[in-house]
């Protein structure tokens, strides 16, 4: 074997530990332990699954199955006849929003308006103290991630200094390298543009096996929290509020992508049930 194949070998598993270093450092600024067992309400469930955006198109169609307001498929809501519970703080501030912009609105603007509201505030601030959200300005050690971005920048000049040098084997260890390094990175802003503690994940996790199971059918909400408006059991609705889901992300939304546990119960202790969530506001 030649002293470049040994040079990229010593580059692919460079790039492989780093990556494993950036992912296990990521994990650990996450950690929240003894925090599985919680059970969150229906809003913030919605919360964990895409913040602000998810949380309003979760009150919208709780709102729309009272008839508080009606959503029509272009993605317009208008204020309906109902009226909506005093202990409903989100909806109220929904249909609050709704009246304020004439009684119609489209479903893309409201997450802005609801964005500062106290209601909101309030939901976030309970997830972080629940130690289920991770707080604003909350970043993983840099280092790791710097010094993963270094080995793949090796491991690019290694491919084209072999590739000119006519080493094939050697170039493609190297490019290897570059691929691996560059998965893991991108995998890594991925998973930070989700501000979950691994708390949160597991909750989320527990809650969507649960709905994949039917545990969740006489709930309807609750599969628009965890998917968003595919979730939605009335056509229209479900229209309404999937024209959303074209808009930009707004500021403090996010998009968690629903996954399962493996096996028919995957227990854990998250708390999450039919019987014991608490499915109010």
Known sequence: MSSSELLSIGLLLLVVALSMTDGWTRRRSRSA??????????????????GVRRVVVTALAVLARAKAVRLSGDGHVEAGPAAVGEDDAIAAGVVAAVKSRGGRVSVAELPGELADSEAIAALSGRLIRQRLLLPPGHQPPRWSRRLLTVSIWLAVVAVVILAFAREPLGAVIAAVGVVIGEVARRRAVEDE?????????HV???????HEEGGLRGMPDAAVALLG???ALNHET?????TVETAPLDEGSWVWKPK???GADPGGGSGLSDTSMSWGS
């Open 33 to 50: 332990p003894g925090a599985r067992d919680r059970s969150p309400s229906l809003y913030e469930l919605a919360y964990l699954a895409g």
């Open 193 to 201: 543009s989700v501000p979950l503690t691994d708390a949160g994940h």
């Open 204 to 210: 989320l996790t527990h809650a969507f096996t649960r």
């Open 229 to 231: 408006g595919s979730g």
């Open 238 to 242: 479900r229209h309404g509020l999937q």
């Open 260 to 262: 399962r546990f493996p």
